[in-house]
């Protein structure tokens, strides 16, 4: 099955320093990897995804990168915001897609 | 679209209580998912339910734990009898027919067995 490991576990940067999350996943077959956004008592969402034969996406401040030979993705965040404060999540699919598995999770703090 | 809904928000029981978590999936969506987070383990898959039918349960830790989906708007967690080691939040999530595996979550249930 797949095996996601999420670094760091927590990361604290100054209001407008860039934020930067990495993921490694083990099944080479995972041809899609969604980034979820988890804000204090509230569900994770869905915030930025990109499939396998993509080696870079980005939308408005932040960014995903993708590197398949490796089996690592990132998430990079710029310009950061204290709205941006959460714990964020990468995830990829298992053997059959209908899986997710998730990374441990990283809380993000920015600091004003 | 309300979203996924989850009820109750919170919950607290005493062990050996029967607890009943319910979600609304959005609709339209053919695939639900019953999720479990934790400090300690973070998000576990419970169960998978596609066009009500459940799919894979291995995630379910024990007997105590059950789930159904009557229906394509609504599905039930139960927990009978409840322990102190299930106070966790439980999140529903669901996913429309085909294309790429987004989930949608609600906004979970805050379980305290005391």
């Known amino acids: 099955g797949e095996n996601v490991e999420q670094h760091p576990s927590t990361l604290s940067v100054q209001e407008g320093d860039s934020a930067v999350i990495k993921c490694t996943y083990s099944?080479?077959?995972?041809?899609?990897f969604p980034w979820y956004k988890q804000e204090l008592g509230k569900g994770p969402q869905l915030i930025i995804d990109?499939?396998?034969?993509?080696g870079e996406k980005k939308d408005q401040r932040i960014a995903v990168t993708l590197n398949k030979t490796a089996k690592h993705f990132s998430l990079h965040i710029t310009e950061t915001q204290p709205e941006d404060s959460a714990v964020y999540f990468c995830?990829?699919?298992?053997?059959?897609?209908?899986?997710?598995?998730f990374g441990a999770g990283t809380t993000v703090t920015v600091r004003a | 679209d309300a979203g996924v809904i989850q009820s109750p928000r919170h919950e607290v029981t005493e062990m050996g209580q029967e607890v009943t978590l319910r979600c609304k999936p959005i609709?339209?969506?053919?695939?639900l998912f019953w999720y479990r987070q934790t400090m300690m383990r973070g998000l576990e898959l419970l169960i998978y339910?596609?066009?009500?039918?459940?799919?894979?349960d291995s995630g379910m830790p024990e007997d105590r734990f059950s789930a159904k989906m009557p229906n394509a708007s609504f599905s039930t967690l139960k927990i009978q009898p409840s322990e102190p080691r299930d106070s966790a939040v439980y999140f529903c999530?669901?996913?429309?027919?085909?294309?790429?595996?987004?989930?949608?979550f609600g906004a979970g249930t805050r379980l305290s067995v005391l």
């Open positions: 999530a669901s996913k429309p027919r085909g294309g790429k595996n987004i989930q949608y």
């Open positions: 099944d080479s077959a995972s041809n899609y």
């Open positions: 990109i499939r396998s034969n993509v």
């Open positions: 995830a990829a699919p298992r053997s059959n897609d209908y899986k997710l598995s």
């Open positions: 609709s339209g969506h053919n695939s």
């Open positions: 339910f596609n066009n009500n039918v459940p799919i894979d």
